[in-house]
């Protein structure tokens, strides 16, 4: 018999990733998602590239009742991985109570129902937007948790401390992974980032203005203090970042986890900027972007890479795929998504 695994937000970008890694392990996965932010076809794309179909469920976590309903009908569930949140830094500046409706009172009423159906294995699918605008870097799981610089970071913050709270009183058992800038796409090009509308992150912005989708790329900013003037970020494969995901869910189903709280960073420990992302595209693709330098995006920190010291030597993992690979792949999902040849 399978052992059974929830992932909400199960159709979004990590989410779709990490479902295939955990079928390719072995594990039976439920999808729960709103398809708010992500599509329906993803099942499709999944089901391409490792022959099961997940069950699905669209539920919005913020319909408690919903939630309850479709939980008690998968009690046999061991674990879950908690990725459904909303995730753009400088939409949750506009938006703000978006973001708290969904990423804080979504997982309350996840973290509630999970209790009452006594599962209490989670991993949660966290931010590196919760340091704030670190002093030292690279940030390690000990940096201080400074003043989120968004309102996206602040209800990562909060998600964490609600399980925090809940280990502390032993009501769940939690792995908190703290990502740093996913990106890329599945080698098979089945799946990758599919942003709604207009995307908020840099990597899909540059394929679609390479795709022609996208007029030309506004870099938001190079008056910072970094060597180009552009933000540093720690950009990771989001094949890399789905496999760690794995590794917690066994870590936790096999109570090899040392505390009920467990908290890592995932990232390469390489910084990169805007402009040299920008430059590994160009590189691995032999396209010329159009981009210009625009204003300072409000939520933005200056610079932020990991130290991945702890996942690599508690875990067992590390990240293995560069930034050109990152680019080479979300750019093959790009021509595939855009009917390029
Ligand atoms: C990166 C840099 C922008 C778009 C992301 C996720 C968040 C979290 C951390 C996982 C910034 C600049 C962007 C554009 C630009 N990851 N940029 N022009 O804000 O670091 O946050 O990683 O949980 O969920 O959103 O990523 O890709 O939005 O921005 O110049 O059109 O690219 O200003 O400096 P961010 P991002």
Known sequence: MKTKILV??????????????LQNAGYDVVIIDNLSNSDITVLDGIEKITGIRPTFGQIDLTSKLDLENFIGQHQDIKAVIHFAAFKAV??????????????????VNLIDTLINYKINKIVFSS??????????????????????????????????????????????????????NPAGAHP??????????VPNNLVPYITQTAAGIREI?????????????????????????????????????????????????????????VL??????????????????????????ISI???????????????????DDMMLSAWNWQKKISKLN
């Open 305 to 323: 890479y990991s130290d991945t010291k702890k996942a690599n030597e508690v875990l067992g993992w590390k990240a293995n795929r560069s930034l």
């Open 90 to 107: 400088g939409e949750s500046m506009l938006k703000p109570m978006m973001y708290y409706n969904n990423n804080v009172i979504g997982m």
């Open 188 to 197: 098979t090009s089945h799946i990758g980032e599919l942003p709604i509308g």
């Open 8 to 21: 909400t937000g199960g159709t979004g970008f990590i989410g779709s990733h990490t479902v295939v890694e």
């Open 217 to 273: 790329l506004t870099v938001n900013g190079n008056d910072y203090p970094t060597p180009d003037g552009t933000n540093i970020r720690d950009y990771i494969d989001v094949v890399d970042l789905s496999l760690a995901h794995v590794i917690a869910v066994k870590r936790l189903i096999e109570n090899k986890n040392l505390e009920m709280f467990e908290v890592f960073n995932l990232g390469t420990g390489k910084g990169s900027s």
């Open 276 to 301: 040299e992302v920008i430059k590994s595209f160009e590189k691995v693709t032999g396209l010329k972007l159009n981009y210009k330098i625009g204003p300072r995006r409000e939520g933005d920190v």
């Open 127 to 180: 931010s590196c937007t919760v340091y704030g605008e670190a002093d030292d870097l690279p940030v390690t799981e000990n940096s201080e948790i400074k003043k989120a610089a968004s309102t996206y970071g602040f209800t990562k913050q909060i998600g964490e401390q609600i399980l925090i709270d809940a280990a502390r009183v032993g009501e769940m058992n939690a792995i908190t992974l703290r990502y740093f």
